[in-house]
């Protein structure tokens, strides 16, 4: 029986009370900002108005971790995402919420390199590692980052600057993208597909991924996350599945906000796995 790949990848057909959702978390991402102590709100990374990254710090020279939206790399904004710092800046984790250009104004082949620049820029200010996370699109972005050999990109940075990643209902193998009417924006056809799929990439061994999804998600996207942690176990990174009981696409999430979710508790240990690598 042919997969409905539309019905399949469309999460806000999926949860009908996603403008609560998303309502939501603006809000409390405002109130987020607005009481965050030390925060560095709008640091530019690159030259266009998106290109920016709101930093939360924890204290000085904690673990760093970079957190990557979604809304298939065409909508949404950093600024809807700050509180999901919470849960690790309460555990002592500086977060960095980045943003990006979005499609189809730019190819996702331009924001994966967006993210790299957003990360040696993080690099650059902090000379640390970081742990990449990610939610949805930014689940992708997240797992691009950890399969990247960083001496490739830049000089100055260690070939695994970002060494883990922690991605929340991600997609990783995007061939099924071009088959449906999110493709208009995302502009794919099969080579451009593959290409940006970190699933074929070849993963430096070592790395560590995380792939997470909600429990209530489509059969696809719980076959993305099983099948990326698959092929990077082959190529020796070290790879978590995970699903989470009671959530949705849009809810999975929402447990960073919690410094005593398993989650978080999750995120603080690979943060500080990356921490405690010699540079």
């Not at 009481?35 to 673990?63: M, V």
């Not at 939610?135 to 000089?155: E, N, P, Q, R, V």
Request: with cysteine; glycine share 6%.
């Amino acid at each position: 029986m042919a997969i409905d790949y539309e019905k399949e990848y469309d999460n806000r057909g999926r949860v009908k009370e996603h403008p609560e959702i998303f309502a939501r978390n603006e809000r409390d991402a405002a109130a987020y900002r607005a009481s965050a102590r030390g925060a560095e709100l709008g640091l530019s990374y690159g030259p266009t108005p998106r290109q920016y990254i709101d930093l939360f710090p924890a204290k000085q020279g904690s673990p760093l971790a970079i957190f990557i939206h979604g809304g298939w790399w065409r909508t949404r904004d950093p600024s809807a995402y700050s509180h999901f710092a919470a849960g690790p800046n309460a555990r002592g984790i500086t977060v960095a919420v980045a943003g990006y250009d979005l499609c189809p104004q730019v190819s996702i082949a331009t924001i994966i390199e967006e993210m790299r620049a957003a990360c040696l820029y993080l690099w650059r200010k902090k000379r640390q590692r970081i742990l990449a996370i990610g939610h949805s699109a930014g689940g992708h972005l997240a797992a691009c980052m950890a399969a990247t050999d960083w001496k490739i990109i830049a000089a100055d940075a260690p070939a695994d600057l970002v060494p883990a990643a922690y991605a929340i209902s991600g997609v990783f193998d995007l061939a099924p993208l071009t088959q449906i009417s999110v493709n208009a924006d995302l502009r794919l056809d099969d080579k451009s597909a593959r290409a940006c799929s970190p699933l074929y990439w070849r993963v430096p061994a070592g790395r560590m991924l995380d792939a997470v999804v909600g429990a209530l998600e489509s059969s696809e996207f719980l076959r993305q996350s099983r099948t990326v942690v698959e092929a990077w176990r082959q190529a020796k990174a070290q790879t978590r599945y995970e699903e989470i009981a009671g959530t949705n696409h849009f809810t999975v999430v929402d447990p960073l906000t919690n410094p005593e979710s398993a989650m978080t508790k999750r995120v603080v240990e690979l943060a500080q796995q990356v921490a405690a690598m010699a540079l």
